[in-house]
């Protein structure tokens, strides 16, 4: 068993929006993106709409899992836990980005654990359907092909930054990617800014350390408080371009918006 994981909760929900919500939600978020009208009524016809409430399991790590889940509405963040309890966030998937395709493919158990970061909306898929899908439309297994080679190149990047970068420079990564544009004179805004907690499970470190970090990071006026969030200094942006960042579209997740 690894680490504490909330229960796992969620329960069918009718769609809100109807039949042409769902279409034009398929058809400009991958992997359906861009494929043909036809294969994103076959997936309408086939999903279930889920709903999750803030700090519910949808799945488990090291449990079975034959169901391909997409993000409608909400947030979700994927998360590896190591045998002392230990978190690593390496994901926060917003609307359009899709999880639980490893154990669908090769029918193994989950490397990770999905939890809601705030009440959301999934569609569910099957197994079943998601083969048939692959052998009716190959414009969507190419789409699903390529957002698959993208979280490889995420998760050598996390790797890459636990080994060859300090918890400062992992955080600063975190938070450009967390970040919205900004005025020219600031290198980005974040909206709402995670706990220390969260933070630390993102960049594989410790809470008191995050603190620590982030409160030198403001004494240098790297970074400011605004409201619930943080504005950053474009001074962070040298510090950004001097090695691997971590999470890059994995912190986001991997949806084209």
Excluded: W
Aim: contains cysteine.
């Amino acid at each position: 068993m690894y680490g504490s994981a909330p229960e796992r909760s969620h329960f069918t929900e009718p769609s809100r929006d109807g039949e042409s919500g769902l279409l034009r939600f398929l058809s400009s978020h991958s992997p359906f993106r861009n494929t043909h009208p036809e294969a994103c009524h076959d997936i309408a016809s086939h999903a279930i709409h889920r709903f999750v409430r803030k700090g519910g399991v949808v799945i488990s790590q090291d449990s079975s899992n034959d169901t391909l889940f997409i993000v409608r509405r909400g947030l979700v963040k994927l998360v590896i836990y190591g045998e002392d309890g230990q978190a690593i966030t390496i994901a926060m998937l917003r609307r359009g980005d899709f999880f639980g395709e490893t154990s669908v493919l090769d029918g193994g158990r989950c490397d990770l654990t999905a939890v809601a970061v705030e009440d959301s909306t999934l569609l569910s898929l099957g197994r079943e359907t998601v083969f048939d899908h692959f052998e009716h439309y190959p414009e969507t297994t190419l789409s699903f092909a390529v957002a698959l080679c993208q979280r490889m190149r995420v998760r050598t990047n996390i790797v890459a930054g636990l080994a060859l970068q300090d918890v400062e420079a992992r955080l600063v990564g975190t938070l450009v990617e967390l970040a919205e544009p900004a005025e020219r004179d600031l290198l980005g805004v974040v909206r709402r800014l995670p706990n220390h907690q969260e933070l630390a499970d993102m960049v594989g470190s410790r809470r008191e350390t995050v603190s620590r970090v982030l409160g030198s990071m403001t004494r240098r006026r790297l970074i400011q408080k605004r409201g619930r969030g943080l504005v950053l200094s474009l001074r962070l942006d040298p510090t950004v371009r001097s090695g691997p960042i971590l999470g890059g579209s994995g912190i986001l997740g991997t949806s084209n918006q």
